[in-house]
């Protein structure tokens, strides 16, 4: 993850040289997610960046997972220590970050593949927001 900020770029580089020189590239491989952009324009000219310099000295094709774009809503879950998603459902980022944990979590786990006369609901995973509440109380979400 990184935003589309110089210093973000950079570290973000160095973790992916890293982790491709020590051969430590996890088996589904190393993706990009840029955060905080303005428009999915500037996404994807920070991971053309990135990917760049990846494929020229690492020889490694880096793909972009997703973006999210900026909100103020969740400077303010921040502060409050709120997970966005609960409080500001339809939010710019957390339409996002909906989207973008579809995206991974069909890459980590694809669908069966459907076979005739198979029940159309036997392979149907849906990714559905559960608000449970934690020890202090206050909503903790997970997605399943």
């Known amino acids: 993850v990184c935003t589309p900020e110089p210093t973000s770029i950079a570290d973000a580089y160095a973790l992916i040289k890293t982790l491709v020189l020590e051969r430590r590239v996890p088996a589904g491989g190393v993706g990009l997610v840029v955060n905080q952009v303005a428009s999915e324009s500037v996404a994807s000219a920070t991971h053309a ?37 609960v409080d500001w459902p339809r939010s ?40 449970r509440t934690g020890s202090t109380g206050a909503p903790a979400l997970s997605i399943r």
């Not at 909100?71 to 998603?85: C, F, G, I, K, S």
């Open 92 to 131: 710019r980022a957390s339409k996002d970050i909906v989207r973008l944990a579809g995206q991974v979590r069909q890459r980590v786990s694809p669908a069966p593949a459907r076979t005739p006369g198979r029940a159309m609901r036997a392979g149907r995973r849906h990714v559905a927001p559960i608000v």
């Open 49 to 85: 960046r990135i990917a760049a310099v990846c494929g020229r000295f690492l020889d490694y094709p880096l793909p972009m997972l997703g973006w999210v774009r900026e909100d103020e809503r969740m400077r303010t879950a921040v502060r409050r220590r709120r997970p966005l998603l």
